[in-house]
């Protein structure tokens, strides 16, 4: 803050007291002047001598003195002759408010309280605002750089400065309006997954505790001569778990999409059967999946058939089956839901902006229910092979722990993997009203796009920094209340730093971060609805998985992450992010809240 003799128009002058008037802006002393302590003067009334003489001028002048920004009057005696300094133009006396300090001793705070202070006797101060959240004082809730003040704190502070320097207020949290209309609250109320770990949420949950690696050696004729053999394949034949007759008909990322939204519609207390016999509107629930390509086999087949066999050879049902919209399309007949099918395509963001897109159509009433996730099944070899000629996988092997090494120092690529992960999302007042299990609520989700390059990251992480600082706006929350990250981390040496340079900056603090791709692998379009079924179990269970693979963290990094053994999500605060971010710059988050604890 500039000195006050600096401002253009705050010209300080000596004067004697004689001189004052009225709304001048005064200085008692030269110390007052260089501390920025200033006055107002309210009224100059000479005093008259004692015994009171005939045609004897006074000799003292009773001034009374308000600071320039409000708070409360007191007077001073002072000499005729006695030199001040004024400075300025005269004020307006009638606009300078008469206001005391609260004494915060006996006030009762809830969070969403604010204290503000303000050196009153400065024309130039700055309010200062503290708010209480998570049972603490911040002056900042978007940063995690400054260390918070406790009620004690806050009063013992207040209780220093208040006084004819300062001033202290108490601004009680705002009562809630019944009035207006407000988009609808959005609550996860069923998981379901397929991954390297196996079928199933339970088999996900305990390998990601346990901190068990689903990455296994492609032992295929296919893949022989590949130069990156290893990938987290699911251990089950999709096929074998559906009908033998629709599992035909469905290519083996809509094979797992189905088993996955199938569990996390049961899990959500539906039959099984679909909408109308779960009570359900059809036209009020949706489906909405992510997928970078679906699962390019089968194409890649329909044209070695082509060419061996011939046209009258290759099946009808190879484009069909070819086109990443087929997951969402077989969940939806499956469950005969006629509100919407959409799927998304964003890279390797694709199942976290597939999530985002339903969590607004429920909020704005388009819809009361939807399943949402990814879907991907694209461990093929002329993808492995394409990845490899990129040098974007990593060349460790199944030797030494996971070859998928988030975070870690001697990180050198990502692992191909495959899978599908489902949350199954309900307006709330429509899962209260049926006594539903509620796992969090979906709170927000942010998009932002690098625009940097085809493949690789923006290094700043800035892209993926907007995109968090989204998520939290979205979800009505800040900085301070982010108590977990679920990483996007899939173990390159770029993309971890950027985004680990995004964590750093938007949080500015340390928050407990894991990543899940040592355990199973990058899972492409599926990553975001699968890790958003782990991050919701998070904060389900209290418990953050560990990070596998990352033996020694690499420097750089700078992040808290949870390696070796799980760890007790911490208490105060209610946000968990789940980051994705794919090649071309494209960036999403989700925000999760947990139930049960609401900022008081």
Not at 45 to 58: I, L, R
Not at 144 to 158: C, N
Request: glycine share 12%; charged share 20%; proline share 6%.
């Amino acid at each position: 803050m500039r000195h006050s003799s600096e401002i253009p128009y705050f010209h300080p002058h000596a004067v004697t007291v004689a001189e004052v008037r009225p709304g001048d802006l005064l200085a008692l002393s030269e110390e007052d002047v260089a501390g920025d302590r200033w006055f107002v003067v309210i009224h100059a009334v000479p005093e008259p001598p004692e015994p009171p003489e005939k045609n004897e001028t006074p000799e003292t002048v009773r001034v009374t003195l308000r600071p320039p920004l409000g708070g409360a009057d007191h007077e001073e005696v002072l000499g005729r002759g006695r030199q001040v300094t004024v400075a300025c133009r005269r004020m307006d006396v009638g606009r300078i408010p008469v206001v005391t300090s609260v004494d915060l001793a006996g006030v009762e705070f809830r969070d969403g309280d604010r204290i503000t202070t303000l050196r009153v006797v400065d024309p130039h101060a700055v309010e200062e605002t503290y708010v209480r959240r998570w049972r603490v004082w911040h002056r900042d809730l978007e940063s995690l750089r400054e260390e918070p003040l406790s009620d004690g704190a806050l009063r013992e502070l207040a209780g220093e400065i208040a006084g004819r320097d300062h001033l202290v207020r108490h601004h009680p949290r705002p009562r809630r309006s019944a009035g207006g209309m407000a988009p609808r609250r959005v609550v996860v109320t069923g998981l379901g997954a397929v991954t390297p770990l196996g079928v199933g949420v339970g088999e996900l949950w305990r390998g990601l505790v346990e901190g068990r690696c689903g990455i296994r050696e492609l032992d295929g004729d296919e893949f022989e001569g590949l130069p990156v053999r290893v990938a987290g394949t699911v251990p089950v034949d999709p096929a074998t778990l559906l009908p033998r007759p629709q599992a035909r008909r469905m290519n083996r990322a809509a094979q797992f999409a189905l088993l996955a939204a199938r569990e996390a519609w049961q899990d959500a207390g539906f039959d099984g059967a679909g909408t109308r016999e779960s009570g359900l509107d059809p036209a009020r629930v949706g489906v909405s999946v992510g997928a970078v390509l679906g699962d390019a086999s089968v194409l890649v087949g329909g044209d070695r058939t082509l060419r061996d066999k011939g046209p009258r050879s290759v099946s009808p049902l190879t484009t069909p089956m070819t086109v990443p919209s087929q997951a969402a399309s077989q969940v939806s007949l499956a469950l005969r839901i006629t509100g919407e099918a959409r799927t998304v395509t964003s890279a390797c963001a694709s199942g976290t902006e597939a999530i985002g897109l339903a969590i607004d159509r429920i909020r704005y009433g388009h819809l009361d229910v939807a399943l949402a996730g990814g879907a991907e099944a694209v461990v093929t070899p002329a993808i492995m092979a394409s990845f490899a000629a990129m040098r974007a996988l990593s060349r460790h092997g199944l030797t030494d722990g996971s070859p998928s090494r988030p975070f870690a120092k001697d990180r050198d690529g990502f692992v191909n993997g495959e899978g599908a992960g489902f949350l199954l999302l309900e307006a709330e007042e429509h899962a209260r009203a049926r006594g539903a299990r509620i796992y969090c609520e979906a709170a927000g989700w942010g998009l932002s796009a690098d625009a940097h390059h085809m493949a690789a990251p923006d290094p700043s992480g800035s892209g993926a920094a907007l995109a968090l600082r989204r998520a939290l706006k979205d979800a009505g929350g800040h900085v301070v209340d982010v108590v977990h990250v679920n990483a996007h981390a899939t173990a390159t040496v770029e993309g971890d730093l950027a985004e680990a340079n995004a964590l750093r900056a938007v949080l500015g603090g340390p928050v407990p971060v894991t990543a899940l791709k040592g355990h199973f692998g990058h899972l492409q379009g599926a990553a975001g609805g699968v890790e958003a079924v782990a991050t919701a179990l998070t904060l389900h269970h209290g418990l953050i998985p560990p990070t596998i693979g990352c033996a020694i963290q690499d420097d750089e990094i700078g992040l808290d992450v949870v390696t070796y053994t799980a760890r007790p999500l911490p208490g105060g605060g209610d946000l968990a992010l789940s980051n994705s971010f794919g090649f071309g710059g494209h960036n999403a988050v989700l925000a999760l809240r947990r139930v049960g604890q609401g900022v008081g």
